[in-house]
């Protein structure tokens, strides 16, 4: 069974940051592109970011791009994304999700970041 | 980026009816379009990808159609877990990967 597991969500202070995880399992990881998308509150899915599947290719939201680092560990069947320099409008329920190339078939369950003084 | 727009933002609908939500893109984009449910407080799914092609395990009640710059997704026969929100999503050039706005379908 395919499963994502997000976690590191959490409250942070504008101009903080956070490192989110999703941990894979029940596919081949590292066969896989990956990607991250959120949502605000109450609004609609936005892309963040993908990595291809060996790591060597990313690419970034114009609103993310320099602040936001998308990362993988195929030995651990993990991705990452590091965030820095959080505003306000960074608020939102991140999902980690498998891509069949830039097809999101599979989602994970999300974690939610506040930014928020 | 290509600015994908969907309509209605949202209705209402009954069970047993055959409903259409719209997807227009900004440009061509060929076929390179998926749709997403998403149910609340859950993650979305994949429905349809390649404008019409059913992901594994989607009831064949859902289709798709179209190509260039408009689509559709049709429910031929809602059901009550049907009720949800739909999002079209362009991957015909990226970065960016562009969603909707989303459709809201809800029970009249």
């Known amino acids: 069974e395919v499963q994502l597991v997000e976690s590191g969500g959490g409250l942070v202070q504008p101009g903080g940051s956070l490192r989110l995880s999703c941990a894979a399992s029940?596919?081949?990881?590292?066969?896989?592109?990956m990607h991250w998308v959120r949502q605000a509150p109450g609004k609609g899915l936005v892309w963040v970011s993908r990595?291809?599947?060996?790591?060597?290719?990313?690419s970034y939201a114009d609103s993310v791009k320099g602040r936001f680092t998308i990362s993988r560990d195929n030995a651990k069947n993990t991705l990452y994304l590091q965030m820095n320099s959080l505003r306000a409008e960074d608020t939102a329920v991140y999902y980690c999700?498998?891509?069949?190339?830039?097809?999101?078939?599979?989602w994970g369950q999300g974690t939610l970041v506040t930014v928020s003084s | 980026a290509i600015r994908m727009t969907q309509s209605p933002s949202s209705f209402s609908a009954s069970t047993g009816d055959r409903v259409t939500i719209t997807c227009r893109a900004s440009?061509?984009?060929?076929?390179?379009l998926a749709w997403y449910q998403q149910k609340p407080g859950k993650a979305p799914k994949l429905l349809i990808y390649?404008?019409?092609t059913l992901q594994s395990g989607v009831p064949s009640r859902f289709s798709g159609s179209g190509s260039g710059t408009d689509f559709t997704l049709t429910i031929s026969c809602l059901q009550s877990e049907d009720f949800a929100t739909y999002y079209c999503?362009?991957?015909?050039?990226?970065?960016?990967?562009?969603f909707g706005g989303g459709t809201k379908v809800e029970i009249k």
């Open positions: 999700a498998r891509g069949r190339g830039a097809v999101a078939d599979f």
């Open positions: 029940g596919f081949t990881f590292s066969s896989y592109w």
């Open positions: 990595i291809n599947s060996d790591g060597s290719s990313t």
């Open positions: 440009q061509g984009i060929s076929s390179y």
């Open positions: 390649a404008a019409s």
């Open positions: 999503q362009q991957y015909y050039s990226y970065p960016p990967l562009t």
